[in-house]
């Protein structure tokens, strides 16, 4: 199962990459993974339910937003790195992400579909085209219906360029869910908010204490991509 997030450019914030990302893991490790993020959130939630509440929203856990509001940096962190463990080189996840530099690129307009094609690309790659995998993002309104068409697309015809390609590990449609109701989408986010600070200008104490939590994770992506050069 592949499941992805997105990082929109916001050039005011420091952030001039546009993001997509996330996370190939096999099937027959969903089960368990889940569970580990589940007990976690019976340690830091006192439940496991599927609400916003019990959400790991790595931006929330950051900053300390929503149900992290109050909540010691310290603790923070070690909510970041205890989700970092499960994903890293290791484990059975590969990590997937495209990075669009939109100060580069002529059509800005474009930045949301090329950043889309392009992990679709390294995730066909890391899916390999020997085994099948189904998409599933987290739901934005905005471009839900745009990745639905294309993506449509990219299993008929191949990515939408010269050198593109086939996307013969994928089946059916993409699939959205809201993260609150997907373990595995908030691992995604995780993942992707981690790639997103190595894009960004995010400085000061709190990016400080994550850098040192995740030193010892590799959490290198397996299939990535940087464009345009």
């Known amino acids: 199962m592949t499941y992805f997030d997105e990082v929109k450019a916001i050039p005011e914030n420091g952030q001039k990459t546009y993001l997509v990302g996330g996370i190939v893991v096999p099937i027959s490790d969903i089960q368990r993974i889940e569970a580990d993020v589940s007990a976690l959130a019976k340690e830091i939630f006192d439940s496991v339910a599927l609400t916003p509440k019990t959400e790991f929203h790595a931006s929330y856990i950051y900053f300390g937003k929503g149900p992290f509001k109050g909540m010691e940096p310290a603790k923070r962190i070690n909510i970041l790195s205890k989700l970092a463990a499960m994903i890293e080189h290791g484990t059975p996840v590969k990590r997937v992400y495209a990075a669009i530099d939109t100060e580069k690129l002529k059509a ?3 930045a949301a579909e090329f950043a889309f094609a ?49 996307m013969k590990g994928f089946v059916d449609t993409v699939h959205f869910a809201r993260s609150h109701h997907s373990r595995m989408i908030q691992l ?11 894009y960004s200008q995010r400085r000061g104490f709190m990016a400080d204490e994550l850098k040192k939590a995740l030193k010892d994770k590799d959490l290198h992506a397996n299939n990535y991509k940087d464009w345009p050069k």
């Open 108 to 110: 800005q307009h474009k």
């Open 188 to 198: 995604a986010d995780v993942y992707l908010f981690v790639v997103a600070g190595l």
């Open 118 to 166: 392009h992990f679709c690309e390294r995730a066909q790659m890391a899916i390999g085209n020997k085994s099948k995998s189904l998409l599933i993002g987290d739901l934005d309104d905005q471009e839900a219906k745009n990745m639905i068409s294309s993506f449509s697309e990219y299993r008929q015809s191949g990515t939408p360029w010269d050198y593109g390609i086939e």
